[in-house]
């Protein structure tokens, strides 16, 4: 090698050298990826209500530290999808959570219930309480709809260190069926509960009046009557009385409440032995001799009544078999009363009750002992109060969560003996059968002779109000309707209404006010029809089907069959 080519080898090791110093050779940081958190479960262990749902939250194996989303909606809406449209590529997707009609819950870590460890469960209640209620929701406090499947998911939500997890299979379970003989959903309250705290004051003040407000001079509200309990003999009445107490204890501050309202909570509150009353007493304090079984029976008018629930008094007992007890080591009672409870209904049961307070005599119901009857109607009261029945440390319901009794005992399908019964329109308008029972019902016989014996009686039927009414009402003049030389003598005025009932014409509404008219006028069929029915839920006919409830109507059902009235009674009639 000579001299050049040595020297052109040294300058290109040392271009080469200077070139490797100057750029030093690239680095690449080592990704960092956060892990994704497991998925929660979903359980339902119920039970499910007609407006709500339970729902058990359980972490993966991760755990939730951050807490959780819980989404749900109909199963019908899943099916569906977002558009709404069956058939369509997104059937079977949920609502993003940025869709406002998401119903979803954000259940943060921040609050330590909500913070899971891994395996660690929480139960919620999803519909009319959310227990606890999140921060951020949207629908899930909302009551849900009876008879709908309904869909859940939940998904684990992001961390400082973790990704949020997947969403859980989805999970299918139902609320309660709408109208389901045998279910009941009523509320009641207990006596406690109407005696004492603030919840119930206000109820009773909306209710009643008595209010004289927060000023330092009380605001004369209205007067009128409370609650009476007893009948016959004895009686104890409570009223307003306009004037007034001041309840609130800063003497920087005022709650002024009639004295009345105040005179019945306080005997509300009280207990003694049962019995009934021995005076009559306006406004007390106590119950006197009523004990207990009165301050009970007060609560139970206050249920069944506009303040509380007043569809409940046609709930009526059922399953009662001798050898039951009424409570929890209660005594049992008799073949006789059982039979004699099953049937009836919890608004006879408060009107049998109130007749043995007011006059004494016989415990109703062959029972033993007023303390009896007090237990029943604590029972009545306590069936659908809002407590944890079923012992998992939630209230059941805000109110009508169902007690084992009122489980077992109150029943809402037709009361027995069975169906009602009900006539047409033409069977009141002719025949010799209808015509006996108009007669033995309203009077207007004048009897078989050759003239006419006066009878008594009074108003048959009015139809109508407000413009205007059509009246029939027995004259006391009789027209033969026998055709043969015999007699039958029957009022005009009877004999008006049947003609009328036999008339059709265009269904409308009255346009005249009239008395004893032999038609119907511009009412028409309708008119008739209204009649008949008149009839039907009167003494006269079934007074029991006027209790009876329209039920389950959906969108394209027609009103008439022409198979004839039974399919309709089996689908749309209830108690």
């Keep these: 090698m000579n001299l050049r080519t040595h020297l052109h080898l040294i300058l290109l090791v040392a271009v080469a050298t200077s070139t490797l110093l100057a750029k030093p050779l690239p680095f690449k940081p080592r990704a ?28 993966g194996a991760s755990g939730a530290p951050a807490g959780f989303l819980l989404q749900g909606q109909t199963a019908e809406q899943l099916d569906l999808g977002p558009d709404g449209i069956a058939g369509t590529a997104d059937d079977g997707k949920w609502f993003d959570i940025t869709d406002p009609r998401s119903q979803h819950g954000m259940f943060p870590g921040a609050n330590p219930e909500w913070s899971l460890a891994a395996g660690a469960c929480i139960t919620l209640t999803i519909g009319g309480t959310v227990t606890p209620l999140p921060s951020q929701q949207a629908g899930l406090e909302s009551p849900l709809k009876c008879g709908t499947a309904y869909v859940f998911r939940v998904n684990a939500i992001a961390d400082c260190n973790n990704n949020r997890s997947e969403f859980s299979s989805t999970r299918t379970t139902t609320t309660v ?22 919840s119930s004051l206000a109820a009773l003040l909306t209710c009643f009046g008595g209010d004289g407000g927060t000023g330092p001079t009380a605001v004369v509200a209205n007067s009128g009557p409370i609650v009476t309990l007893g009948g016959g003999t004895y009686t104890y009445t409570w ?32 207990n003694g032995p049962s019995g009934s009353f021995s005076m009559s007493v306006v406004n007390p304090t106590s119950m006197g001799t009523g004990g207990t079984l009165a301050s009970q029976l007060a609560a139970l008018t206050i249920n069944l009544s506009a303040c ?16 039951q007890t009424l409570k929890v080591g209660g005594i049992p009672i008799s073949a006789e009363t059982a039979a004699a409870l099953n049937g009836q209904t919890v608004a006879e049961v408060l009107a049998a009750a109130n007749a043995y307070l007011g006059s004494g005599g016989t415990v109703p119901y062959g029972l033993v002992s007023a303390a009896a009857l007090n237990e029943l109607i604590d029972e009545l009261n306590l069936a659908f109060d809002g407590k944890d ?22 029943c809402c399908e037709l009361k027995p003996p069975g169906d009602p019964c009900t006539k047409s329109q033409g069977y009141f308008s002719s025949g010799a059968a209808s015509l006996e029972a108009e007669l033995a019902c309203f009077g207007g016989d004048g009897g078989t002779g050759t003239k006419p014996v006066t009878a008594s009686g009074g108003p048959l039927i009015t139809m109508g109000g407000g413009t205007f009414t059509y009246t029939w009402m027995l004259t006391q003049s009789y027209v033969d309707i026998d055709k043969s030389p015999k007699f039958r003598w029957v009022d005009t005025g009877l004999l008006a209404l049947r003609a009328a009932l036999g008339g059709g014409g265009t269904s409308g509404f009255f346009t005249s006010s009239e008395v004893n008219p032999t038609t119907m006028g511009t009412g028409g069929g309708l008119a008739s029809q209204t009649a008949a029915l008149t009839l039907n ?18 969108a394209g059902d027609t009103l008439k069959d022409c198979g004839g009235p039974s399919p309709f009674a089996t689908a749309h009639l209830c108690l």
Aim: negative net charge; proline residues 7%; hydrophobic residues 35%.
């Design 177 to 198: 069926p709408c109208d389901i003989p045998g279910v009941c959903q009523f509320c009641t309250r207990s006596q406690g509960f109407f005696s004492n705290g603030a």
């Design 537 to 554: 839920i009167s003494s006269c006919g079934d007074a029991t089907y006027g209790s009876v409830t329209l039920c389950r109507f959906l």
């Design 32 to 59: 960092f990826t956060k892990p994704k958190l497991n998925p929660p479960s979903l359980q339902f262990p119920g039970p499910a209500d007609d407006d709500s749902i339970v729902v058990t939250v359980c972490a």
């Design 389 to 410: 029945w079923d012992g998992d440390g939630i209230d059941d319901h805000e109110c009508g969560g169902k007690s084992e009794f009122g489980a077992t005992h109150i």
């Design 239 to 270: 009223l307003l009385t306009q004037t007034y107490v001041d309840i609130d204890p800063n003497p920087l501050k005022f709650q002024w409440v009639d004295s009345g309202l105040m005179a019945f909570r306080t005997a509300l509150g009280g």
């Design 308 to 323: 509380g629930d007043a569809a409940y008094g046609n709930a009526f007992l059922c399953s009662f078999v001798a050898g």
